[in-house]
């Protein structure tokens, strides 16, 4: 009898470890990216309370985004060298001084080079989360919750900055963040010490010989793909609204359901997760992505495109854990997964690039056409990674 309630006692021990794990994950992951979310009101913001041009703005937010990314191969170092949660703990308390730092600068170089250099912490934060939810026991329901914590903070902060910075500054925004991180230092303990798949973190040697890490590599190669097609068309999707004459009400009420739809779409791959393996739940999303994309270049009618940019946000993040966790179960270094922090934001930076250009020369249809291709060429790449055998975790 001693020993059942032990058991049980234990039991609950574990999944209370697990819970805190879990959401102190999430929350890593949402105060890494939080600039990204929140980039239209800060860009907004730059411009009208710092005198900054249009330019400047975008490129103080660019260089963030930068620094993340280059900071990749330096996550993938130090994540064989350092114990995991030391080497968050120490980007934070970077980050940290940063934003501090960034609360009380209005000069552009100065918040340039400053934004970059917090960037290259928040990138070895970012890349070292990302490495911690593939050595979880249920990859695609810890990702897709991952993701959809960062799609509510972008929610909740597109409606409530744009307020906040009026009445407090533009500054306010970085000092939010400080105190959030510092907040956030208290549950660094419950992150896991390094990989979790059997694999020493501080010795696991990137093969390409192995074929699981081959195998990872075409993963993260499809991810970058699959964000060029998505965002050639995400970031524009207001345009696209105007140029098939909606009225602007109508185009904004058409995101905010979008945005919406999209936690759902990243809750539902939570849920599902592997029940039906991988490679199905995506090809029935990609049906719906592809639908999607059809209805926004033939759009005219509020109530089509309400429904096309909704369909469109939702598939993506519904696929996108699938993809993220296809490419952490093929991983067996445990490290490589961190690339597709690199990949997600290459991809960023080139799908509106590509997309701007063309939507711009050539119009709807053939920014459509392209996406439509990406995104097609994005999965058939993924498909070996989705489709290996998934390893259904113990409840």
Excluded at 59 to 72: F, H, P, Y
Excluded at 104 to 109: D, E, K, L, P, T
Excluded at 155 to 165: F, T
Excluded at 265 to 276: D, P, Q, S
Aim: aromatic share 8%; net charge positive.
């Amino acid at each position: 009898m001693t020993a059942s309630r032990s058991l049980q006692a234990t039991v609950k021990a574990n999944q209370g470890h697990n819970r805190l794990n879990i959401i102190a994950l999430v929350l890593l992951g949402v105060l890494s990216v939080a600039v990204l979310f929140v980039s239209p009101v800060l860009v907004g913001a730059m411009v009208t309370q710092l005198g900054f041009t249009e330019a400047q703005a975008g490129g103080v937010i660019s260089a963030e985004l930068l620094g993340m990314s280059v900071a990749t191969f330096a996550a993938i170092v130090l994540a064989a060298r350092w114990p995991w949660q030391r080497l968050v703990a120490t980007s934070l308390i970077l980050m940290l001084m940063g934003n501090l730092l960034s609360s009380q600068v209005s000069h552009y170089g100065t918040l340039l080079v400053l934004r970059f250099a917090i960037g290259l912490a928040a990138g070895v934060s970012m890349s070292t989360c990302i490495a911690m939810i593939a050595g979880n026991a249920n990859p695609d329901r810890v990702y897709g919750l991952w993701v959809s914590g960062q799609l509510i903070f972008g929610a909740l902060g597109l409606y409530l900055l744009p307020k906040l910075l009026i009445q407090f500054g533009f500054g306010f925004f970085y000092l939010l963040v400080a105190i959030f991180i510092g907040l956030f230092l208290t549950m660094v303990r419950h992150l896991p010490e390094g990989a979790q798949t059997g694999v020493d973190h501080r010795v696991a040697a990137l093969s390409w010989r192995q074929p699981g890490q081959r195998l990872a590599l075409l993963g993260i190669v499809a991810i970058f793909v699959f964000y060029i097609g998505q965002y050639s068309v995400w970031v524009y999707l207001e345009r696209i609204g105007v140029a098939a004459g909606l009225p602007s009400t109508t185009i904004a009420e058409g995101l905010s359901v979008a945005a919406l739809i999209g936690i759902a779409g990243a809750l539902g791959a939570a849920v599902l997760h592997i029940r039906y393996g991988r490679l199905g739940p995506v090809l029935l999303a990609l049906i719906v992505s592809l639908m999607a994309m059809g209805w926004l270049s033939q759009t005219g009618a509020a109530g089509v495109y309400v429904l096309s940019v909704s369909a469109f946000s939702f598939s993506f993040n519904f696929i996108l854990p699938y993809l993220m966790a296809g490419v952490a179960q093929a991983d067996s270094s445990g490290r490589l997964i961190m690339l597709t922090n690199l990949a997600s934001g290459g991809g960023l930076a080139v799908g509106p690039l590509i997309g701007g250009n063309l939507l711009q020369s050539s119009g709807v249809l053939s920014l459509v056409t392209l996406a439509v291709v990406l995104t097609l060429i994005s999965i058939v790449m993924a498909a070996p990674v989705l489709n290996a055998k998934t390893e259904r975790p113990a409840h």
